[in-house]
């Protein structure tokens, strides 16, 4: 698993956060360095999630800094970008009067507030809405969402609902922040109870700004255990924290972080926010926390997940005695289990004798309809890796308060 940079890496991406930074403090746009490579850039700020804030900004500079065919490229991803910002805010604000008509209590958490954080709401681009609600108010949801021509895709564990209409909108329906295998849950199973009414609306609410900041904390946690922590994470934290320190209450805030064992991942992310984007003149150490990150794109690395995953399934294995080893986990992930497959293909809860064919089902969507696996890197993920890389993960998670991946399920 990569855990360095090279030097024109560094160089790269210490451009990238500058330029970000300077959108974030409305001060002067960095200069590209010489012989900087625009492909590898817009390449990067594509994984990391960053185009719409990176485009519309360096987009800014005189026409000699940017090559004709680069300046095409960045108008082309600004466009689109607002234009998925009106539809979506468009979509999100008529689903909500929908609610309030049906008397439906929800609470938007995450991308729907963290757009409104950021200088312009195109800035920050989002996959998805996530709101919170009262799972006994399903039948007026249901109803809520075909009155406006989202379809019900699947019901994910027993914490979310997922509908979608395309083409942009998809909504992620919360019955709790954290499913409740998390060790986070017995501290937030209830927090649609702690939310307070929205100005403009009937039925919407919001969390508090500290138990909002602890959240996002624990998602960002949460994607660092399972497969890295991506730059916009911390950029959201930082817009966060600079636009509501005034309003925090510190002392329940501090408490609920140390009740949660967040307080070293706080402190260390905050830092890292900070540094890297309260001016246009970021500094970097690119020490194994700051490269994991920078290493992350959007929401973690495949390598790392992978690698974590298969060592869950060793470690699970070697305590029931079983011993089976990387090869065994390539095969059940080749061919998973009914409980892990009933979520996407319902029917085997019935006919679990149709478990093959499910099978077929999903590495045909996957290889011919999404298209979103390399099989070859799936097997150097799954068998490629060392204890030295565990070890490499394991300290990073020790060094802002985690044992290990254990808290994650």
Known sequence: MKTKLSKIEEKEFSYIINVVASAANNTQIPIPFAGINWQNIISNVRYCGLSAIFANTVLGLPNSYIPDSVRS?????????LLLDTNLNY???KLLKTFDKYKIKNAPVKGYFLKKEYPRSDFRSISDYDILFDEKQLDSVNVAFAELGYSFLRKDGENQYHFQKKPYMYVEMHKTLVHNYESFYPYLFDQLDKTVKREGY?????????????????????????????????????FYYKNHQAQFDMEYLNKRLELLNLVKFEN??????????????????????????????????????????????LEK???????????????????????????SYPYLEKAPFLLPFSWCCMWFKRIFIKKNISIKAGLKNRIDYNQEDVNYYKDILKEVGFDDFSNIG
């Not at 290493?295 to 992978?306: D, I, K, V």
């Not at 305590?319 to 409980?339: D, N």
Request: glycine share 8%; with cysteine.
């Open 91 to 93: 979509e999100m604000e």
């Open 202 to 238: 009937t039925y919407s609410y919001r969390l508090s700004p500290e138990d909002h900041y602890v959240y996002l904390l624990v998602h960002s946690s949460n994607h660092l255990r399972i497969a890295g922590l991506g730059i916009r994470m911390i950029l959201d934290i930082y």
């Open 268 to 313: 260390r992310v905050r830092e890292i926010a900070f540094k890297w984007f309260s001016d246009s003149c970021s500094t970097f150490k690119f020490d194994d926390f700051e490269t994991l990150i920078l290493l992350s794109g959007r929401l973690g690395r495949a390598s790392a997940g992978t690698m974590i995953n298969t060592y869950k399934y």
């Open 73 to 81: 490229n960045l108008i082309g991803i600004k466009g689109t970008e």
């Open 317 to 343: 294995t070697k305590s029931e005695g079983k011993g089976s080893g990387k090869l065994s986990y390539l095969i059940s992930s080749v061919c998973p289990k009914k409980s892990s497959m009933i979520q």
